[in-house]
């Protein structure tokens, strides 16, 4: 007849065996496990960092031709214009980043699940009111606010830059912590328990906020994500303490000192690099995340396999008849041996017949 | 809104449709098998279903919510998505436009393209979300049309008009949008959408569930008074068997993927042949008939991933007996019915039916089955307590 | 229009707010504030002595109230002060130099980034599991860079070190005596400047908003209307663009309002590492030089873009969404 959009099936009978149960670390998107990795080389770098530093990092070695000086056996990234060793600099500047916005995230997190938890469960004015403040401090623009804000302190130390990044870092959580909420529990719930006179505190501990991990765990990984990129942007700036050697410090000496123009690629490649890593680690983290959350894009990735082939949501639900397999040759059966599909399959295939359910009948039956 | 459906149409309420129908079925599925491939292995969602649609007729599909009844429609015209598979079984479709027959398993996907809508369409379940939110009510009634006939603009918009005449729907209604329509508006909507293009056979998905009874009654009138006009057939899908009973010609019941029963709307209703089939009649209030008490079936469907051998509802079932757990699951005629088409899953529980004799069905292993319905084998207790099967 | 006018409400609240942050800041931190200026610059005059003082409300005999009502009417008359470090230019002349070139650089080429990343991300979203999803770690990794570290990389491999291509920075050729204006060899000049800066913005942010609309296409392919639409045989094109993409559009606006505040501010960054003559390095040497009128007034200026720009999202949201429209009519 016509071309028909048909698929050879790898086992003849067209019916996989079930799998085994896969571990709850193997059913990981890729994504979340590649993510975790990565997060967790900069975690160990953090906490071993002082201890491998060759040098302190603010000592600035006199020694003329140590000043921009690419990568050697004694600074394995080079030195800076004042002769400061930049692999120091950068372990020191992984452990303060960190620090930073690991700190940013716990209390920006803490700050967002108290206001959108309460504006849901307060209701009424309250909740229009911290609903109101959250979109205002959502719309206005974070970094220049953080600039103005820090530029008046009289210490922009650590403490001061992990204060004012959480100071503004919880609306966005706040909102979407607040939506879930509403979602689970129906406003009427609320109202009425809060007539019986039902504690408050116990709902909201025991059963709202155990209910929306996954979402304050996205929340926590996107505020990190926010307060390093912040952090980073106004160390640039030179709006922080210049003396603290965060990665957006040695990044804003690296400008301020011309090492672009100077070609000292070692001084502001390694920071950049690092920063973008981080995000990149906290990015897979939160996809991985939104997948376990959202089954639609998890079932996306699954499902658009089918016996290996993507198919797309346009192509008409494939038929497979039965057909023998094909008899592969030496090639294919060693590569065959490294794919677990193919694995199942043929342990299928030589199953087949034990016992199942509507063997092929005889020719009978409704006509 | 009375519904004045004229009187050669049969009125809602006398039992049963037409009753049979002859002649070449328009859509005939043959062995159909659908299967959901999952990492833990291949859920059997419809297991070697066999049905025919003819010219004109209204076939009702009954069943319990996951019986696979939307599966098969929808797998029939290959609009499932992955991770579902087709794994046997044929879907010979031959309408009157048609020449030969064609199956549709084993068209391309263009070829698919020009055949949906203009030979079978389908109306959603829930109108709200079937009708594009962003578009008119008019484009979305015209790109169909002009999707499949060669028209200009201007004579689909006319068509469009007329289509909402056809479901009572003023024409003022062509510029509103999906949100701004009532729920009884915008389901008489999809069904004018189903007609845009004459189909020969219109599959309706619970198009009545998420309406209340009284709109409940007027879409349905309106459904058949369209039957009269156009002569489409209708595979109408449902978990409400009471309905069916007054609007369909023929009922095939499903369960666990598989028929259970197939007959005339009047069979079914008074010489119901399956257990299953019976505890679904009994489960729904009569309005005329004497008061009796509602008995749900307790338990539930098992598990599609890796079925247990025999009769899919023997563990439910109040006179299975072990011997069930060996059979194979075959519709065979049921010899005392009146319909020559009435077919059943269920090998011993007919009246008077020595099954077993023709050869039409060889229950392996069952002895003679006037011993499985003796006394003798104890039928499996009824659990205390009932569920409801209709939702 | 009542949607409308709530959300013009709702701006001018939160322009309200930046005001008066902006104005109760200096006077809620510690320390003398001018006094730590002075210091600075010990050749300033007395009036700009007061004006500092009016600005930073340090020993101004009028009332906190009083205070307030002058300051919000200078902002109204556009009225910013006199810049310390620029003295005596006055802040408003300083803005108006600058915030065209940031205007012009960053606004074409984030709404071309923002255009761009939608249309791939439809592709990407519809052919799930193509070679774009394999490409997906890739894209995350770029969109994790910060902006000015993307500049630095590519100046250096483009201007620098590797490829003299494009020019090291800076809004023009300023070296060969070329005068702003409307000629075609400043224009051209600065069209040439900005590409390396418009470049950098558009790769960054394309990858977010690629895998924005895919994740939204994702969802809205599994919708009944789009399932719907197939069945009604209707072609790819139509059912993709039409019933899929017109849809996941509105979310996708809807994020690209709540980022723009992100991709201000990123984009300012990344001037510095230009020295491209936009608000960005206005906001550099402000902050070196703690020019508190110039870095308040630059605040401003950049918080009302980012609302105005907002609303103009907002705008095309109704006009795209029908049942916002509806909404307002009921």
Redesign the interface.
């Known amino acids: 007849m016509t071309a028909a959009l048909t698929i050879l099936a790898t086992d003849p009978t067209g019916l996989a065996a079930p799998a085994r149960q896969l571990g709850r670390w193997r059913r990981l998107p890729l994504k979340a496990k590649a993510g975790v990795v990565l997060f967790g080389v900069f975690v160990l770098a953090a906490i071993f960092g002082p201890i491998l530093e060759p040098y302190n990092p603010s000592y600035q070695n006199p020694n003329q031709a140590l000043s921009i000086a690419p990568p050697s056996a004694a600074h394995l990234l080079g030195t800076t214009q004042a002769g400061e060793d930049v692999l120091s600099q950068v372990l020191t500047g992984i452990r303060l980043t960190l620090e930073l916005g690991l700190a940013v995230g716990l209390i920006a997190t803490f700050l967002s699940v108290l206001v959108g938890v309460s504006g849901a469960y307060l209701g009424g004015l309250w909740d229009d009111g911290l609903s109101l403040l959250s979109n205002v401090f959502l719309v206005i623009p974070a970094l220049p606010l953080l600039i103005v804000l820090l530029g008046y302190l009289p210490r922009t130390g650590q403490t001061a830059t992990i204060l004012v990044l959480a100071g503004l870092g919880w609306p966005w959580g706040a909102r979407v912590i607040r939506a879930q909420t509403l979602a689970i529990r129906g406003r009427d719930f609320v109202a009425a328990s809060r007539e019986t006179g039902e504690s408050g505190w116990r709902i909201i501990a025991f059963e709202i906020v155990p209910n929306q991990v996954s979402l304050i765990a996205a929340n926590f990984v996107n505020t990190v994500l926010y307060a390093i990129g912040a952090s980073v942007a106004l160390a640039f700036i030179g709006v922080t303490n210049t003396a603290n050697w965060s990665l957006g410090t040695i990044l804003y000496w690296a400008q301020s000192q011309q090492a672009l123009s100077q070609g000292a690629w070692w001084w502001f490649v390694p920071p950049g690099l690092i920063v973008a890593l981080m995000g990149l680690a906290l990015v897979l983290l939160n996809t991985g995340i939104d997948e376990l959350g959202n089954p639609r894009l998890r079932d996306a990735n699954q499902r658009a396999k089918v016996n290996g082939r993507r198919l797309r949501p346009s192509d008409p639900t494939p038929v497979l008849h039965a057909t023998p397999a094909p008899r592969p040759t030496a090639v294919t059966a060693f590569m065959r041996s490294f794919s677990r599909s193919a694995y199942l399959a043929d342990r299928a295939a030589s199953r087949d017949g034990a016992t199942r359910v509507g063997a092929p009948k005889p020719s009978g039956g409704q006509r | 809104m009375t519904t004045d459906l004229g009187s050669h149409v049969p009125a809602l309420g006398e039992s049963g449709g037409r009753g049979r129908f002859s002649g070449e079925p328009v859509l005939s599925i043959r062995d159909l098998s659908i299967a959901y491939r999952t990492l833990a292995g291949d859920v059997r969602a419809v297991d070697r279903v066999s049905l025919d649609l003819h010219a004109g007729e209204v076939v009702g599909l009954v069943g319990e919510s996951g019986s696979g009844k939307s599966t098969l429609a929808y797998g029939a015209t290959r609009l499932l998505r992955a991770p579902a598979v087709i794994t046997g079984g044929s879907v010979r479709y031959q309408g009157a436009r048609m020449d030969n027959p064609t199956d549709l398993l084993e068209l391309s996907a263009d070829q698919l393209m020009s055949l949906r809508w203009r030979e079978i369409a389908i109306v959603f379940q829930s109108a709200m979300n079937a009708l594009n939110p962003v578009l008119s009510i008019r484009d979305q009634l015209t790109d169909v049309i002009r999707a499949h006939l060669p028209v200009s603009r201007q004579e689909a918009t006319d068509k469009a008009a007329e289509l909402l005449d056809l479901v009572a729907i003023p024409r003022s209604r062509l510029r509103a949008y999906p949100h701004e329509l009532s729920g009884g508006m915008r389901q008489r909507v999809m069904i004018a959408m189903a007609l845009a293009t004459d189909p020969e056979v219109v599959i309706m998905d619970e198009p009545t569930t998420a309406l209340d009874v009284v709109v409940q009654r007027e879409i349905l009138g309106q459904i058949l008074e369209l039957r009269e006009r156009l002569n489409f057939a209708i595979l109408f899908i449902t978990h409400d068997l009471s309905l069916l009973l007054e609007l369909a010609d023929r009922i095939a019941v499903m369960y666990a993927g598989q028929l259970m029963e197939i007959g005339t709307a009047a069979e079914i209703h008074h010489e119901p042949s399956h257990p299953y089939t019976k505890r679904l009649l009994r489960s729904f209030p009569s309005l005329r008939g004497p008061r009796r008490d509602l008995t749900g079936i307790p338990g539930t469907p098992p598990d599609l991933l890796d079925p247990p051998p025999g009769c899919p509802f023997l563990p439910r079932c109040t006179e299975g007996t072990d011997a069930c757990k060996e059979i194979e699951v075959l519709l065979a005629k049921v010899r005392t019915s009146a319909d020559p088409s009435h077919v059943t899953a269920c090998p011993f529980v007919l009246p008077d039916d020595p099954a077993g004799g023709d050869g039409d069905r060889l229950p392996a292993g069952a002895g003679s089955v006037s011993s499985a319905v003796s006394p003798a084998v104890t039928p499996l207790p009824t659990p205390a307590g009932t569920t409801e099967v209709t939702s | 229009m009542p949607f409308i006018i709530r959300r013009v409400a709702?701006?001018v609240?939160?322009a309200w707010?930046?005001l008066t942050?902006?104005f109760f800041?200096?006077r809620a931190?510690?320390?003398n504030?001018v006094e730590s200026i002075m210091s600075k610059f010990p050749n300033l005059q007395a009036s700009t002595y007061h004006a500092l003082e009016a600005m930073l409300g340090v020993g101004h005999p009028g009332s906190l109230w009083s205070q307030y009502v002058s300051y919000l009417n200078d902002v109204v008359h556009l009225n910013f002060g006199i810049s310390v470090s620029s003295y005596p230019a006055s802040v408003s002349s300083l803005l108006i130099q600058t915030i065209p070139w940031t205007l012009i650089l960053v606004g074409t080429a984030t709404v071309i980034a923002f255009f761009l990343g939608t249309f791939l991300g439809i592709f990407a979203g519809?052919?799930?599991?193509?070679w774009l999803?394999r490409a997906?770690?890739g894209l995350?990794?770029v969109?994790?860079?910060?902006y000015?570290?993307l500049a630095?990389?590519l100046?250096?491999l483009l201007a620098?070190?590797v490829l003299h291509i494009f020019p090291?920075g800076q809004g023009y050729a300023g070296g060969t005596g070329l005068v702003p204006g409307w000629t075609w060899a400043f224009i051209s000049s600065a069209i040439w400047h900005s590409v390396l800066p418009a470049f950098t913005i558009v790769i960054t942010s394309v990858a977010g908003w690629m895998l924005q609309m895919r994740?939204v296409m994702?969802?809205t392919?599994?919708?009944?209307?789009?399932?719907?639409?197939?069945?009604?045989?209707?072609?790819?094109r139509?059912?993709i663009f039409?019933?899929a993409a017109?849809?996941a559009f509105?979310p996708q606006l809807q994020g690209f309002g709540?980022a723009?505040?992100?991709v201000?501010?990123?984009a300012?960054?990344m001037e510095?590492?230009f020295s491209y003559p936009g608000i960005g390095l206005l906001?550099?040497s402000a902050?070196?030089s703690?020019d508190?009128p110039l870095?308040?007034a630059?605040?401003l200026v950049?918080?009302f873009a980012?609302?105005l720009a907002?609303l103009i999202v907002d705008l095309v949201i109704v006009a795209?969404?029908?049942?916002v429209r509806?909404r307002e009519a009921a």
Request: aromatic share 12%; net charge positive.
């Open positions: 709702f701006y609240v939160a707010v930046a942050v902006n800041l200096p931190m510690p320390g504030a519809w052919r799930n599991g193509g999803d997906l770690p995350m990794f969109q994790a860079i910060p000015f570290f630095l990389v100046l250096w620098v070190k090291i994740n994702i969802t392919i599994g919708e009944d209307y789009v399932l719907a639409g197939q069945a009604k045989g209707l072609s790819n139509r059912v039409n019933y017109r849809n509105l709540m723009l505040g992100f201000v501010s990123g300012i960054v510095i590492v906001l550099l902050v070196t703690n508190y870095t308040q630059i605040f950049i918080t980012v609302l907002n795209v969404d029908p049942r509806t």
